[in-house]
Each structure stands twice: as C-alpha cells, then as structure tokens.
C-alpha cells in the first residue's frame, strides 16, 4: 500500500522511521512539505498531487492544526482516500463531518493516535462497543500535566520553576496553554466520550487545568490523602451522557496517584467487560507514530475499518457528573472549611462547579479548584 504524509515533523518523522524499518508492505510515496523545505525525493509542495495520484490509497494526517488539516482531510474523504489522523485538535472540531464524508465515499476514517498516543485506547472502545454499552471513562490523557505534578511533588517545586525544566526537556511547549489550561484534554474527551457513547460530543464541556496549581495545594491535598492529577472524564446512563476536564484530588494509594512523568493511563467502564485500564507513553514520536502504522496497517489488511454512527440521540446532560469540589481561595464563595484558606463545596455538577471558579478568579485570580474522586 501506496501511502501520502501531510507533515514532517515530529510525528510524520517517526511514522516515516517505524515504516520503512518495520512495515514492508507499506510506502511512504509522497510527503507534502512547504516549498521550501523539499529536501526528500518523496516530497511535494502540491497537495492535488497527491489527491490525483490514484496508487495513493491512504492520506496520513499528522500535520495538528485545524486548518488546513480540516480542508486536506475533507478533500482525501471525498476522493475516497482512506486517512489516519493523529490531530485531535481537527477531529475534535469536526468529528462527525469526517464521519458523515468517510460513509458517503466508502473511505475509512482512523483516529487511534489522536488520543493517548501508543496506548491502543479508541480500538479498544471499539471493540468494547460490540457487545456493551460504556457507562463511564476516566484519564490521565495529557502526559505534559502530569509530569508537571509529578515532578512538583516528587522534587517540592513549585509549578512554574517545573513548567520551564518541562520547556526546556520539550515535554511543553513555549506557550503550554494548550496543555496547561486543560484544552488538549477536552479535545481528547470530546473524542472520546464520542466513540464511547456513539454521540456526536457537546463541543463547549466544562474545562479547568492547572495553571493555578501551587505546591501548597499539593501540600494541602496530601495531608488529606490525596493528590492531584488532570483527568478528562464522562459518563452515560439513561439515555443521557455529561462530560468534562478539570483537576481532581484522587486518594493517594490509587493507581492515577501513582502515574509517573509524562505517561498516561485511561480507564472506561461498560456492562458486561467491567472496569479496563490501559496505561503507557501518551505522546512522542515512535510512541504516536506506532499508532498511527497500527491504523495504516488495519487499512492494509482489511482487519478493522470504523465506521462512527453518531445517530444514538444521547442527550447533553451535566447533572449527571456531580462531586463534591474544593476551593483554595481568598473570595468568598460559601462551602465549609477544608483546611486553612480552602473551602469544601458539595454536590455540585462539573458545569456548576466551573462557574464557581469563574467567579471565584473575578476577585481572587489565584484560585485553584480540584473535584474530590
């Protein structure tokens, strides 16, 4: 099989690696780069090239971005171009558009990579679909926060002297917004909760991150049993599905407490299978690129071709992810004392819970939140 690269970067260059070391059966014929930067016989400036090259039959998206990531895998879906995209960014924004393309072509649409990089979380979602319904998920789906925690309580830093050893080591970007307010997440729950509950996702989920972490606030938690991780979480049930990203103080002895540096680990629940949990490298070159050659080779051989059905009518439903939340704050917000200058809120729905935050930060802009698990 005749495959096309859009981007060469990080992970462009490690599916290029995997391929042509590991895959015989599989071609990398064509790499579109900006003009500038033809330095491979493969490589193009020209994406109709591509597109009118029939021996091409799979598009390999690993550009990020959502433009023009969206219109080139708009494009190969109606051609009837198979794709493999690890851009969660792009198919979170338009999902059930490349799902509706993929079906009226015939083409397939594969996305293993754009969440939790090698670990093979979407086709195990898959799978467990066949037989049950998934009721809940839950994970550490951002490697860059969690080794930012990690290395706060580990080493008794504080937050911004670890982002920039996070910057320099490259586990962050120079701008970690994406990473740090909790945005790489809700992409990656968004597409989760949407092949997990056979939903085209609510795009506008309550989101918080851990910019305002302080190593105090670990302190805190810990004497309380706890410790922070970011976590994407959903549930469904009844017809009715609710979702969201924030931090949460998980109990100290659990397997999230224990997730080193900048690996991941996600959990679902469904019916009959129970509770499964899938844990390794969340991102990387060699660890995405394998997942992305895992996608390239089901399209070779013909062994899985999703097909994503977002036509079940779930319901958007926050009330149905609740938690008890604390507070560390100067405004005043109500709830009962925590420990000193922290406030204890129950009951309160993911949605409720942010638009406390969001009037806490008006006067207090340090605040930090975190639900209790």
């Not at 979407?122 to 290395?151: C, H, L, Q, W």
């Not at 970690?176 to 989920?205: M, R, Y």
């Not at 439903?317 to 560390?328: I, K, N, Q």
């Amino acid at each position: 099989m005749k495959i096309a690269l859009l981007g060469y970067g990080t992970v462009g260059r490690g599916v290029d690696e995997i391929v042509s070391a590991r895959v015989p059966q599989v071609e990398v014929s064509h790499i579109l780069e900006l003009p500038d930067r033809l330095t491979d016989p493969r490589m193009t400036s020209s994406y109709e090239e591509i597109l009118a090259d029939a021996s091409v039959e799979l598009v390999v998206e690993c550009m990020g971005g959502v433009e023009p990531a969206h219109t080139y895998i708009m494009a190969a879906l109606a051609a009837g171009k198979n794709v493999v995209t690890s851009n969660k960014a792009v198919v979170a924004a338009h999902f059930e558009e490349f799902a509706d393309a993929a079906r009226a072509t015939g083409a397939s649409l594969y996305i293993e990579a754009s969440v939790g990089g090698g670990i093979p979380w979407i086709a195990s979602i898959e799978k467990v679909r066949r037989v049950d319904e998934v009721t809940s998920f839950s994970g550490i789906m951002n490697g860059t926060t969690n080794y930012i925690v990690d290395a706060m309580r580990r080493d008794a830093e504080d937050f911004d002297d670890v982002l920039a050893r996070a910057q320099e080591m490259g586990y962050a970007e120079r701008d970690p917004s994406a990473d740090v307010d909790g945005i790489d997440v809700l992409n990656k729950t968004i597409i989760t909760a949407s092949v997990a509950f056979d939903v085209a996702c609510e795009k506008n989920l309550p989101a918080s991150g851990i910019r305002n972490l302080r190593l105090s606030d670990l302190e805190l938690f810990a004497a309380h049993g706890r410790t922070v991780k970011l976590l994407g979480r959903g549930v469904s049930r009844d017809g009715r599905y609710a979702a969201a990203v924030e931090p949460v103080a998980v109990a100290a002895d659990s397997l999230e407490a224990a997730v080193p540096s900048n690996f991941n680990l996600v959990t679902l629940d469904a019916t009959t299978v129970g509770e499964l949990r899938f844990y390794g490298q969340g991102a990387g070159s060699l660890p995405t690129g394998n997942a992305i050659v895992q996608d390239v080779l089901d399209c070779a051989t013909g062994v899985r071709r999703p097909v994503y059905d977002f036509s079940r009518g779930l319901a958007y439903d926050p009330s149905l992810l609740r938690a008890d939340y604390v507070y560390r704050t100067s405004a005043s917000i109500g709830g009962e004392e925590y420990a000193p200058g922290a406030v204890l809120v129950r009951d309160l729905t993911a949605q409720a819970a942010r638009a406390l935050l969001d009037e806490a930060l008006v006067s207090d802009p340090t605040t930090f939140m975190a639900a209790l698990s």
